[in-house]
């Protein structure tokens, strides 16, 4: 019933940037409480980088504070992070993530199939 697409993944330079992008779509969304990113690395377990209520609230990471910035377009089903001065450690493959009231299911988290962001030092 709904579908996470990610895009903007990619290889960087350390203290480069990059604008992750991932749209919700389905037929059935009713509402989206709240949306976020989360990254893996190999051999690390997942772990949340940054969320966005549908109000505006944010939560980061500390490792990633001053640094990302995450928002949300609600006319378009859509969330944002902004990565600035990129570090090696910021490798990882980065999932969207979604709490979605769906119709004739209910309340429910959905994945985004993930895009790999690559720093170089």
């Known amino acids: 019933q709904v579908q996470l697409v990610e895009s903007g993944g990619g290889l960087v330079q350390a203290g480069g940037s990059l604008k992750l992008s991932c749209v919700a779509s389905?037929?059935?969304?009713?509402?989206?409480?709240?949306m976020g990113w989360y990254r893996q690395a190999p051999g690390k377990q997942r772990e949340l980088v940054a969320a966005?209520?549908?109000?505006?609230?944010?939560n980061y990471a500390d490792s990633v504070k001053g640094r990302f910035t995450i928002s949300r377009d609600n006319a378009k089903n859509t969330v944002y992070l902004q990565m600035n001065s990129l570090k090696p450690e910021d490798t990882a493959v980065y999932y969207c993530n979604a709490v979605i009231y769906v119709v004739r299911v209910g309340v429910d988290d959905y994945w985004g199939q993930g895009t790999q962001v690559t720093v170089s030092s």
């Open positions: 966005i209520t549908s109000g505006g609230s944010t």
């Open positions: 389905g037929r059935s969304i009713f509402s989206i409480n709240a």
